[in-house]
Structures are given as structure tokens and as C-alpha cells.
């Protein structure tokens, strides 16, 4: 498509030595370029997912490291169907059944519950995050003396049990509320028989 | 022109530079978001998706380990890949169907393979739990890899419990859910406010 166009024109300089002018024509080129862009652009992936990391307890030497908890530092949730949640504290203690409450996703639902349970531990993360920040400790001490605070005896354990009509948005935003309440002891649990009766009765 | 054209280039430039394709998932996924900003890596991972309607697909990265991985899971199957067939799986980013139908999927043209008709999923159920040993091998062909969940919003509990049932069964018990990004409702920008 370069056309090498003499200056054949007739009017101009006629005297003036023969230059011979090169010009190529680049409409194709930048044609070119830009369906490039246009390709690359739209394949491409520039932000990565972010993921969150879990672990779970094996399974097989579960019953030798089975811990015991006190019972005042035990939560329960639920999760139930149509993004429900519902919460108890402790368990049942003397023929007495706890009470369970239901709530939601919202930061005025199970997030204020949690964070009132977690009041501690919450302020000592909060404690530490400021002196990050004023650069009076560094990343590594932040995270070990947060992962101290947050896996303290006095911190809540909480046991989260999925019924089966909850969707997997739940399990992850559960998890991302332990993350945000700086919950460190929580498990994921299969849901008893025991905690399906107790719900049903405010489950509607 | 020439500044334009100039302009083009670079930015064709960075483009090609900075991409990474997009992988294409059989079925369209949305994920959940969190508030973790741990970035995926993009090296030594094993996804596991599972979509909306409960089907659950798997990959792994690299090329060469996927062909290890085939060969070994012929073997488990007693099921014989001709060359062609292994070479196809192995430029398969995620698949999702059970070991019987492996070789006639691997024979169909690429857009055969995003039929609805050809996305059955890897069945995992205590019966046939193909996915265990798909875990199993491709921690043999690579045992530095880690394992990714990506889940759709919607996807019922019942499957991901089965996954994760999976998972502990054969002793992974470290994963990463994949989720977007959210702000953290609790930084100190948004507690100041309070």
C-alpha cells in the first residue's frame, strides 16, 4: 500500500532538482494498531480476584485434638435460607436452651453483634493499626502480635453452621465478617439436627 | 498523524505487555466479594469451580503437568488417550466432565465443548468422586500447588460442603475462596466518620 509518489505535478518546481519525495500512506498502519488496542483491551484481565484464605481441620486426627470451649466464649450462627442469619450464645447448659435471634448480612445485623462480643479485641487490633500507621511498628510485628490478640483466651469462638438452602455468598461474607470483626477462633461446622428445632421456631 | 500513530503504538505496546488473558470459564460465575486483598497467584494453582446449578469443574496450570496429570488419570480409569487426545486436554485451561465421556469430549471442536450439552461437571459424590482423585494426581504432579474455590453467589451450600467434604478428605484442609474486592467498612476512614 506505500506509494512512492514522484512529484509529477506539473505546476510546482519545475526548475528545482528532481527531488523524489517519499511519502507512505499509514492509514492501514494506525488501522492496524489501534484494532490491536481495541483487541488487547478487551481480553485482557488487568485487575487479578482477590481470594481468601481458610483452613479447615483435618479430619482424621479430629478426635485427639478435639478442644474443648467454654461455653461463655462459644457463638453459634446459622446461616439460613434467603440470606438469614440467625445467632445464639453458649449452648444448652442445664435443660435450659439458648436463645437464638435472627438478624441479617447488614452492618447493623451480625456485624454489631459480633463486634460487640469481639469489644476487646476489636480495640486492640484497632490499637495496633494506629501505630502501623504512625510507622511505630512495622508489617511483620503488626500481623504476629494481631494474630496474638485475636487468638487470645478471651477472645469469642465462634462456630458457623450452614443450612443447606444457604448460598455460597453467605458462607463467603460470613467468613469476610469474621475478617472484619478480626474474629482469629472460629470453625466451620456441619449443622446438628439440635440447632435446625431450635431455629424453626423463628424461621418465617 | 504520526504523533496519533505514535500514541496508538505505545499504547498497543502496554497492552500486549501487561495482558494476561482472561481464561475462559465454561460457565459464567459471579463471584462474591470480601474484604481480603491477598492477591491469587498465578503460578503452581488448582481451581475448583463450581456454578450456580451445582456443577463443579477443575484445572490446573502449566501444560506440561496437565499431560502428566491425563496420563495418570487414564491410567486410574483404564482409559486409553491417543496422543491427539492428550495434547487437546492439555491446552485446557478448566474442564468439567466425567472420565467416561473424557474421550469424546477431548474429540469435539472447541465450540462443541461450550455446549450446555457438553458441561456436565466432575461428579463428586461419595459414590463417584472423581474430583478426589483428580485432587489426588494433581498434587503427585505438582506438590507445591495450591487450591483455589471459585464459586458463584447462588451456588447452594449442599455442593460446596461436598467440595469441601473433598478437600478434607484428602487432607487439603489450606485453600483460597476467590472473591472481588469490597472496602473494608472498618478502616479508619470510614470509623473516623463515626
Known amino acids: 500500500m506505500a506509494e512512492i509518489s514522484e512529484s509529477s505535478d506539473k505546476k510546482g518546481k519545475k526548475k528545482g532538482a528532481k527531488k523524489l519525495a517519499t511519502h507512505i500512506d499509514m492509514t492501514p498502519m494506525v488501522d492496524l494498531g489501534f484494532l490491536l488496542i481495541t483487541f488487547f483491551m478487551l481480553t485482557i484481565t488487568l485487575s487479578k480476584p482477590q481470594t481468601m484464605e481458610i483452613s479447615m481441620?483435618?479430619?482424621e486426627n479430629n478426635d485427639d485434638k478435639k478442644t474443648a470451649i467454654k461455653a461463655s466464649k462459644a457463638m453459634t450462627i446459622i446461616l439460613g435460607q434467603k440470606d438469614r442469619v440467625f445467632y445464639y450464645f453458649g449452648t444448652r447448659e442445664k435443660e435450659v436452651d439458648p436463645v437464638p435471634v435472627k438478624t441479617d448480612y447488614s452492618p447493623e445485623g451480625i456485624r454489631k453483634v459480633l463486634l460487640a462480643k469481639n469489644d476487646s479485641v476489636v480495640k486492640a487490633i484497632k490499637g495496633l493499626r494506629k501505630q502501623l500507621s504512625d510507622q511505630k511498628i512495622t508489617q511483620d510485628t503488626f500481623k504476629s502480635k494481631s494474630r496474638i490478640v485475636k487468638n487470645s483466651r478471651n477472645a469469642p469462638i465462634v462456630l458457623i453452621k450452614a443450612l443447606d438452602e444457604s448460598t455460597f455468598k453467605n458462607f463467603v461474607d460470613i467468613l469476610d465478617e469474621m475478617q472484619i470483626c478480626s474474629i482469629g477462633r472460629f470453625a466451620i461446622v456441619d449443622i446438628t439436627q439440635y440447632d435446625k428445632d431450635l431455629i424453626k421456631t423463628i424461621d418465617n | 498523524m504520526t504523533a496519533m500513530c505514535d500514541v496508538a503504538f505505545l499504547l498497543l505496546t502496554f497492552f500486549i505487555l501487561t495482558a494476561k488473558f482472561a481464561s475462559q470459564d465454561p460457565v459464567t460465575i459471579s463471584i462474591p466479594t470480601s474484604i481480603s486483598e491477598i492477591k491469587i497467584p498465578e503460578v503452581d494453582i488448582c481451581k475448583i469451580i463450581i456454578s450456580k446449578d451445582g456443577k463443579v469443574f477443575f484445572g490446573i496450570d502449566n501444560q506440561?503437568?496437565?499431560?502428566?496429570?491425563?496420563?495418570?488419570m487414564g491410567e486410574k480409569y483404564k482409559i486409553k488417550f491417543s496422543d491427539k487426545q492428550i495434547k487437546k486436554f492439555s491446552v485446557l485451561d478448566i474442564w468439567g466432565t466425567p472420565m467416561q465421556l473424557m474421550p469424546k469430549y477431548l474429540d469435539l471442536s472447541n465450540e462443541q465443548r461450550f455446549k450446555p450439552e457438553n458441561i456436565i461437571g466432575i461428579p463428586c459424590d461419595s459414590t463417584n468422586n472423581e474430583l478426589a482423585f483428580w485432587l489426588q494426581f494433581a498434587r503427585e504432579v505438582n506438590p507445591k500447588m495450591k487450591i483455589a474455590i471459585k464459586g458463584d453467589q447462588q451456588?447452594?451450600?449442599?455442593?460446596?460442603?461436598?467440595?469441601?467434604?473433598?478437600?478434607?478428605?484428602?487432607?487439603?484442609?489450606?485453600?483460597?475462596?476467590?472473591?472481588?474486592?469490597e472496602a473494608n467498612?472498618?478502616?479508619d476512614a470510614t470509623v473516623t466518620k463515626k
Open chain 2, 64 to 72: 506440561e503437568k496437565r499431560d502428566q496429570l491425563i496420563r495418570k
Open chain 2, 155 to 181: 451456588t447452594q451450600y449442599p455442593v460446596l460442603k461436598k467440595v469441601l467434604g473433598t478437600l478434607q478428605d484428602r487432607n487439603e484442609n489450606r485453600f483460597n475462596l476467590i472473591t472481588g474486592l
Open chain 1, 57 to 59: 481441620p483435618s479430619k
Open chain 2, 185 to 187: 467498612p472498618l478502616d
